[in-house]
């Protein structure tokens, strides 16, 4: 069995001992195959579900392409359309929000980690509970705060009449704030994983030098900590795009300009007559499209985000 | 690294920053050609700034010190956290004191906690209490046991391992909106693959969405299918963790590979279970976006949790204040969970 695949089995001396159960490959290769088939299930079927008609869905097996015949990529369109305003008003929110987390929780671990005062791990302790939080004792306290007390859209009412800028942005800015300040702990843990790891010597010459910490950090800090940026921007950007809950409960309703794409979508085909499959699972890929190009293109970020 | 660094500051002009500490021979010694340069080996530069130090007058060394000078960088971003996170639990927590439902002001002038005696007297709150606690233990360990295996799988040096971790880790990355449109049409009655899978070995059709008997067991195997991928990774970096001389030593001695596993390895991942189980608890119990995507605001019998039942009293039926009194039931299991597990981080000196 060849060994060579990945770039730490040169340094990996376990490679000897596996060599020797190649025996067993079959039975391994078969397991990972099968286990594929399971991930992959119920998405693939999904897919091919999306583009049948109604017939189709009825005649042939999910999991099968249907005939030449049976297919038909009406829903796509539709649920293309249902959907683009949804895509928009997420771009809008999850962009900016992720930008903010990440230069957030940058600087909030760097005052946490690479300076040296007691109490900075209680401090940082808040950070790390915070990520756990369940966001339902939140919400409540969350949609009062920005509907009763703030108000954005009466207190910007002078901005909608400017070109490009309507109500809806009002919402827009809220679910910013939002998402940034929910997003700021475990961004502050990312970056903190990383930041313990840097090299001391390097940082205390530094300040030895005389160079202020906000020296330091632009100068020595963010350079070294742009791989951990890209980690925690496609990390992010998949949770605060997936992101339902604060939707559901700070936009409230599917046909409210502001509304996200999630939102949109849990709300799509449903009539009378019963759930539209194939234009929900059109929907499904449609709102998903951004995270799984991202999570293709990504996928070493993602998973090294998902470790903390 | 050292280079980047030097170079990055030799074309500084010094300018930046400046105003945050006192004017100091160390700014000299800063902008001197020969100091530019950054030394690792206390240099001169280095030792200029030591004695100096002591020169200062405590205000200087105060406004010098590592605390103050760190207040700009993390006080912000605790500000904007401890507010939306913190201080919006206690508000939460003085609105389920309160009579608060419907439209309207709250009302913070008769204070008890009369929701909490309702709370206790609610069956479908010990239902959705039972529920949660039956979906958190087994997802958790449906998730550990699956993820555990992959990653075991993973570790054995195959080929193409990059692209099967994508695959398992995939469902991971997508919204529960999007995950519970293709569960939906997996469990579907009439259509649907699981039970054509059942009919093949001739049992069957059953209402997996429907039965209160099987929903929360077809809600806990979708989302095993979604969240094992997290506990593959968590665990696969443990494994890549753990020294091979190890794995060598255990082949000396004799060992299979099952009881290399189970005597050697497996409690070596005891860390990596910890962090696992907090993360997949924590998430059992806030559960809401899948379940909301399949049945909207009433999951069926048998599939309501404490995360459902408090969106749907507060934002459905505009119970405000009994809503906050079960999200004040959700937090505290979510501290119990959370703060033992920050105290052993603690003391284990992982903060």
């Known amino acids: ?308 | 690294m050292r280079s980047r660094a030097r170079h990055a500051r030799s074309d500084d002009g010094g300018c930046d920053g400046r105003a945050d500490r006192p004017a100091s021979l160390a700014d000299a010694a800063e902008n001197s050609p020969d100091a530019s340069a950054l030394r690792s080996d206390g240099g001169v530069a280095g030792e200029t700034a030591i004695t100096d130090d002591y020169e200062r007058t405590r205000l200087q060394r105060w406004r010098d010190s590592d605390f103050v000078q760190s207040v700009p960088f993390w006080l912000p971003p605790f500000l904007l956290m401890g507010f939306f996170v913190y201080a919006a639990i206690g508000w939460n927590f003085l609105i389920s004191l309160t009579e608060y439902s419907g439209f309207g002001d709250i009302d913070y002038s008769t204070i008890g906690l009369h929701n909490y005696v309702e709370l206790v007297a609610d069956a479908g709150f010990w239902a959705a209490t039972r529920n949660t606690l039956v979906l958190l233990v087994a997802f958790t360990l449906a998730c550990l046991v699956l993820g555990l295996s992959l990653a075991i799988l993973l570790d054995r040096k195959i080929r193409f391992e990059r692209t099967f971790r994508t695959i398992y880790l995939l469902p991971f990355a997508l919204s529960f909106i999007v995950t519970a449109q293709f569960w939906m049409w997996m469990y579907n009655f009439d259509f649907g693959i699981i039970n054509g899978l059942f009919g093949l070995v001739g049992l069957g059709p059953y209402s997996w969405l429907g039965s209160p008997r099987l929903v929360l067991g077809s809600v806990i195997f979708a989302l095993m299918w979604q969240f094992s991928g997290y506990t593959m990774v968590v665990y696969l970096a443990a494994l890549r963790a753990i020294p091979g001389d190890q794995y060598e030593a255990a082949r000396v001695d004799g060992a299979n590979t099952l009881k290399l596993y189970w005597r050697v390895i497996i409690p070596q991942l005891k860390p990596a279970t910890v962090s696992a189980s907090v993360v997949l608890v924590l998430f059992a119990l806030k559960a809401f976006d899948f379940l909301y995507a399949i049945w909207g605001f009433r999951p069926r019998r048998g599939a309501d949790i404490l995360a459902t039942k408090m969106v749907r009293e507060a934002f459905q039926r505009q119970e405000w204040a009994y809503g906050a009194s079960i999200a004040i039931v959700l937090f505290i299991l979510s501290l119990a969970i959370i703060a033992p597990y920050l105290y052993q981080q603690y003391t284990q000196g992982n903060l």
């Open chain 1, 1 to 308: 069995m060849s060994t060579d695949t990945h770039s730490s089995t040169d340094t990996d001396p376990t490679s000897s001992w596996i060599d020797r159960v190649s025996a067993s490959d079959v039975g391994l290769y078969a397991l990972l195959l099968g286990l594929v088939a399971f991930y992959l299930t119920p998405i693939q079927t999904g897919l091919v579900t999306s583009i049948k008609t109604s017939q189709a869905l009825r005649e042939t097996l999910p999991f099968l392409p249907p005939g030449a015949a049976g297919i038909t990529f009406e829903k796509w369109q539709v649920a293309f359309e249902a959907l683009s305003s949804g895509m928009i008003n997420s771009m809008l929110f999850t962009i900016p929000s992720t930008i903010l987390c990440a230069v957030f929780g940058s600087m909030a671990a760097y005052g946490l980690t690479l300076a040296n005062w007691r109490g900075q791990v209680l401090v940082f302790a808040t950070f790390i509970a915070g990520i756990f939080i369940p966001y339902q004792a939140v919400i409540i306290p969350l949609s009062e705060f920005w509907t009763v007390w703030v108000n954005l859209d009466g207190r910007l009412a002078f901005l909608w009449g400017l070109p490009l800028l309507a109500e809806k942005h009002a919402t827009i800015i809220e679910l910013i704030i939002t998402h940034t300040a929910y997003g700021i702990p475990i961004c502050t843990v990312l970056f903190r994983a990383q930041y313990q790891t840097m090299s001391w010597e390097m940082i205390e010459a530094a300040r030895l030098d005389g160079a202020s910490m906000w020296r330091v950090y632009r100068r020595i800090v963010l350079p070294l900590s742009i791989p951990m940026f890209a980690v925690v921007f496609i990390f992010q950007f998949t949770q605060i795009w997936n992101e339902f809950l604060f939707s559901l409960t700070l936009i409230r309703s599917v046909s409210d300009p502001a509304a996200s794409v999630t939102l949109i979508l849990s709300g799509l085909g449903e009539a009378m007559e019963g759930v539209d499959f194939p234009l929900r699972m059109a929907g499904a890929f449609v709102a998903a499209l951004p995270t799984l190009i991202v999570y293709v293109l990504f996928a070493d970020e993602f998973a090294e985000g998902v470790k903390v």
